[in-house]
T-cell receptor, first 116, second 111 residues
Framework: AQSVTQLGSHVSVSEGALVLLRCNYS??????LFWYVQYPNQGLQLLLK??????LVKGINGFEAEFKKSETSFHLTKPSAHMSDAAEYFC??????????????FGQGTTLQVKP | NAGVTQTPKFQVLKTGQSMTLQCAQD?????MYWYRQDPGMGLRLIYY???????DKGEVPNGYNVSRLNKREFSLRLESAAPSQTSVYFC??????????FGPGTRLTVL
């Protein structure tokens, strides 16, 4: 069965600093991986996804993530944090083991704080 | 193009009351999902509908029922609300294993 672990429930960075949010997954089949962002009192919005092909995936707002099969990781990075990046971030894996139902298994989330 | 809409946005119930959360999508997606979000637990799948006419249980289905009314609409019903069902509920839709699009959520408090 698939599972997702996000290391660190809270991450704090200074404006302009590197953002690194960690995600490790467990999957018995080649995974589809997603990062979603949730701004306060809003729904989830897709940042980026990996399905097949290039392992370095670029998303919206300057974020990117690299799929590393050997490390079972899909960490999210951004070179320079902006105040508007403060939000909660969720890593998710598609439950492909159950057929093409599209069910997502989410990590517990990481709250990113950006300090001026 | 509204995407995924949910009603109501907020609701307060007393223990034992019932209610239905409504969800609709206008993207012609086959699959629709209901999740609940609790602090420190991410989102957990309650029920899903992989296609019109089918529904199936997710990780936390107890205390809930669903109806896939047509391709656009997927409702979630609490027959007898309990304080443990206090949560934020999200509906989403997608095309099989592709990106899911989420609604704005319903904040439910059960007293």
């Amino acid at each position: 069965a698939q599972s997702v672990t996000q290391l660190g429930s809270h991450v704090s960075v200074s404006e302009g600093a590197l953002v690194l949010l960690r995600c490790n997954y467990s999957s018995s089949v080649p995974p589809y991986l997603f990062w979603y962002v949730q701004y306060p009192n809003q729904g989830l919005q897709l940042l980026l996804k990996y399905t097949t092909g290039a392992t370095l995936v670029k998303g919206i707002n300057g974020f990117e993530a690299e799929f590393k099969k050997s490390e079972t990781s899909f960490h999210l990075t951004k070179p320079s944090a902006h105040m508007s990046d403060a939000a909660e971030y969720f890593c998710a894996v598609s439950d492909l083991g159950s057929g093409n139902t599209g069910k997502l298994i989410f990590g517990q989330g990481t709250t990113l704080q950006v300090k001026p | 193009n509204a995407g995924v809409t949910q009603t109501p946005k907020f609701q307060v119930l007393k223990t034992g009351q019932s209610m239905t959360l409504q969800c609709a999508q206008d993207m012609n997606h086959n699959s629709m999902y209901w999740y609940r979000q609790d602090p420190g637990m991410g989102l957990r799948l309650i029920y899903y509908s992989a296609s019109e006419g089918t529904t199936d249980k997710g990780e936390v289905p107890n205390g809930y029922n669903v109806s896939r009314l047509n391709k656009r609409e997927f409702s979630l019903r609490l027959e007898s609300a309990a304080p443990s069902q206090t949560s934020v509920y999200f509906c989403s839709s997608g095309q099989n294993t592709d990106t899911q699009y989420f609604g704005p959520g319903t904040r439910l408090t059960v007293l």
